[in-house]
């Protein structure tokens, strides 16, 4: 072990975990890359600001969870604690919605940073993959990034999540509702930081998650009940579509989410078997943002489904990814000479597609064949002086252990056929 460690709150990807990770971001990325989205990959950092603005002055995530530092030139930096802000700074920067091509699809995949109380499911570096359909405003864009985020699970196998979905209205709505809600919430018994979220964010309170608070929120007014006949139908068709294709979820009237920008549509994906910390993933509409950042009027809905948690997930349900072996070809020389031919052998089967490995480390015949079978391939190449001399190498099944002459030049040939 050296004098350091992983800092408090993260952890080390490392195989063969690691090769579950990947295969969680392909899985989430696969129905994306079908639908029309691009791929974006923007900076681990941000000015400040842009979160300050673009998440909410109010939110949990700007007050205490940022990771923030001025740089030597005096730039006040963040590391990124999620992904929509930066998204959509970069899709105005690159002018991406003026190319009269609305909606702008992208998504992406990479490393945010909160600084929160770690445990189980929640760290100070997690991985995310994300969408963002910028620049229109359709219940079916909506519907589209819940469908393909719950296609997304399926696909790793995954059964036991749920949708929740509610709509938190718009600029037409929900500042009536607000007000509602604000007299509601001074007649009850809270502590001072609650209190002041009346006054800042008041639908936050709904989120809260402690019991005593819970207890006195029955009987608070619900957006449901003043959302205007164009969210109503607006929310209404997201339903629909949602239920036309099968795609199960639970109306949930309190759903409110951690991050200031959203409108109409919100979502989560949570996972029973996660305990407290049971989102898998979650978005919804935010028409409000681009503005808010400084460019034009964008609406725009979107998605982040944790990867970190997607795994956990899939431990809970006890799903095995089919990972295919990261090698097929395991290369054994016995000897000098056959190390040298064979190490040639082996660049050029990797460079017809085969994955190949190699003892290297002058291991001996025992230790070769040792790390032969460990490393997972399917079939060990093997050569001493004999063999070269005859112009073939033994060609050995690892399963059955069959053993095969072939001729060293056509070794590319004979192994794609064994492989199928
Ligand atoms: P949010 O932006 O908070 O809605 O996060 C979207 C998803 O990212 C969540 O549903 C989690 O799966 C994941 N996530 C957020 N924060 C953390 C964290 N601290 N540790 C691990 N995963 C996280």
């Not at 589209?144 to 036991?160: C, F, K, T």
């Not at 200031?260 to 993933?281: C, I, K, N, P, W």
Request: charged share 25%.
């Amino acid at each position: 072990m050296s004098t350091f460690k992983a800092p408090r709150g993260t952890y080390d990807l490392i195989p063969p975990d690691s090769a579950t990770y990947l295969a969680v971001r392909d899985a989430i990325a696969a129905p994306l890359k079908r639908s029309g989205y691009g791929y974006v990959e923007t900076p681990g950092f941000e000015n400040v600001e842009l979160f300050a603005r673009g998440v909410g002055e109010s939110t949990d995530i700007v007050t205490k969870e940022m990771y923030t530092l001025t740089t030597k030139g005096g730039d006040q930096l963040a590391l990124r604690p999620e992904g929509t802000a930066s998204v959509l700074r970069a899709a105005l920067e690159a002018n991406l919605h003026k190319a009269g091509n609305l909606p702008v699809k992208l998504w992406y995949s990479g490393s945010y940073y909160r600084y929160e109380r770690p445990q189980k499911g929640r760290y100070r570096h997690f991985s995310q993959v994300g969408a963002e359909a910028i620049g229109a405003e359709d219940p079916a864009l909506d519907a589209e990034l819940i469908i393909l985020a719950h296609d997304a699970y399926r696909s790793l196998g995954l059964r036991n999540f749920r949708i929740l979905l509610n709509s938190l209205g718009d600029a037409t709505c929900r500042p009536a509702y607000r007000a509602a809600l604000q007299d509601f919430l001074r007649g009850l018994e809270l502590d001072d930081d609650t209190r002041r979220r009346i006054d800042i964010n008041p639908l936050r309170v709904l989120d809260d998650k402690r019991e005593a608070v819970q207890k006195q929120l029955v009987g608070a007014p619900m957006l449901g009940d003043h959302l205007c006949e164009a969210c109503k139908e607006y929310h209404e068709q997201v339903r629909e579509l949602l239920t036309a294709e099968g795609v199960a979820f639970e109306d949930d009237p309190k759903l409110v989410r951690g991050l200031d920008y959203y409108t109409r549509t919100t979502f989560e994906f949570v996972h029973d078997g996660l305990g407290s910390q049971s989102a898998v993933g979650g978005g919804g509409r935010y028409d409000g943002l681009s503005e808010m950042i400084g460019g034009p009027a964008l609406p725009s809905v979107g998605w982040a489904l944790g990867v970190d948690r997607t795994v956990l997930a899939l431990e809970a349900e006890g799903v095995e990814l089919d990972l295919p072996s990261a090698t097929s070809v395991f290369a054994v020389p016995l000897g000098e000479e056959a190390r040298r031919v064979l190490f040639g052998a082996v660049t050029g089967l990797r460079r017809a597609g085969v994955a190949t490995d190699f003892a290297y480390g002058g291991k001996g015949v025992k230790a070769a064949m040792k790390a032969a079978n460990r490393s997972g391939a399917r079939l060990a190449v093997i050569a001493g002086e004999r063999d070269l001399a005859e112009g073939v190498v033994q060609l050995k099944d690892l399963e059955s252990g069959e053993q095969t002459a072939v001729p060293l030049d056509g070794l590319v040939e004979a192994v794609s056929a064994r492989l199928g």
